[in-house]
């Protein structure tokens, strides 16, 4: 088991200003009730449907919940973009060009949270530690199927950020 599995990873701790403030590992970060840094990524292919995934029933937050295309804590030092690329490649085998949408904090997750949104329409190759299985939806389709999911709160949060996205793209 690696450093990574087993929550050790070195991370920024940051304010609710998105300052770093310090470092700790990740599950001293959990434990302490610390914040810090996540890359959320929205994938939406050709039609207008956003990739979601269904986490891991072995995941330690919200198995098995639904979430965006990928998700993941910076390690020290990284940028929020770096950690995004990094994510999709390791949770879905994916690259694509990914633009900032957004940021928020999360306060029940103790957590700064920068969205990122993309287009992507080729395989996933997804990794079953961290991804049960892999679904389409329709802006449409969420909404109405949102109520009857369990869902993190990143994908209740990145919505207003990305639906207008999708938007855009679909009337371009």
């Given at each position: 088991?690696?450093?990574?599995?087993?929550?050790?990873?070195?991370?920024?701790?940051?304010?609710?200003?998105?300052?770093?403030?310090?470092?700790?590992?990740?599950?001293?970060?959990?434990?302490?009730?610390?914040?810090?840094?996540?890359?959320?990524?929205?994938?939406?292919?050709?039609?207008?449907?956003?990739?979601?995934?269904?986490?891991?029933?072995?995941?330690?937050?919200?198995?098995?919940?639904?979430?965006?295309?990928?998700?993941?804590?910076?390690?020290?030092?990284?940028?929020?973009?770096?950690?995004?690329?990094?994510?999709?490649?390791?949770?879905?085998?994916?690259?694509?060009?990914?633009?900032?949408?957004?940021?928020?904090?999360?306060?029940?997750?103790r957590e700064m949270v920068a969205?990122?949104?993309?287009?992507?329409?080729?395989?996933?190759?997804?990794?079953?530690?961290?991804?049960?299985?892999?679904?389409?939806?329709?802006?449409?389709?969420?909404?109405?199927?949102?109520?009857?999911?369990?869902i993190t709160s990143y994908v209740?949060?990145?919505?207003?950020?990305?639906?207008?996205?999708?938007?855009?793209?679909?009337?371009?």
């Open positions: 088991m690696s450093d990574y599995e087993r929550g050790r990873q070195l991370l920024d701790v940051v304010n609710e200003s998105d300052e770093v403030i310090g470092k700790a590992y990740e599950d001293d970060v959990a434990a302490r009730g610390l914040i810090c840094r996540v890359s959320f990524i929205m994938l939406v292919n050709g039609d207008g449907e956003l990739l979601l995934h269904q986490r891991s029933a072995e995941k330690r937050s919200y198995p098995p919940y639904w979430s965006g295309a990928a998700a993941g804590h910076l390690i020290s030092g990284e940028t929020y973009e770096q950690a995004a690329s990094r994510e999709m490649k390791e949770e879905l085998g994916v690259e694509a060009k990914l633009e900032f949408a957004g940021k928020f904090f999360s306060e029940e997750d969205v990122f949104f993309g287009y992507y329409d080729g395989p996933v190759n997804i990794q079953r530690s961290e991804v049960a299985r892999v679904e389409y939806y329709a802006p449409q389709r969420l909404v109405e199927s949102i109520p009857k999911m369990r209740k949060k990145s919505l207003p950020l990305v639906l207008p996205l999708i938007r855009r793209g679909v009337d371009a």
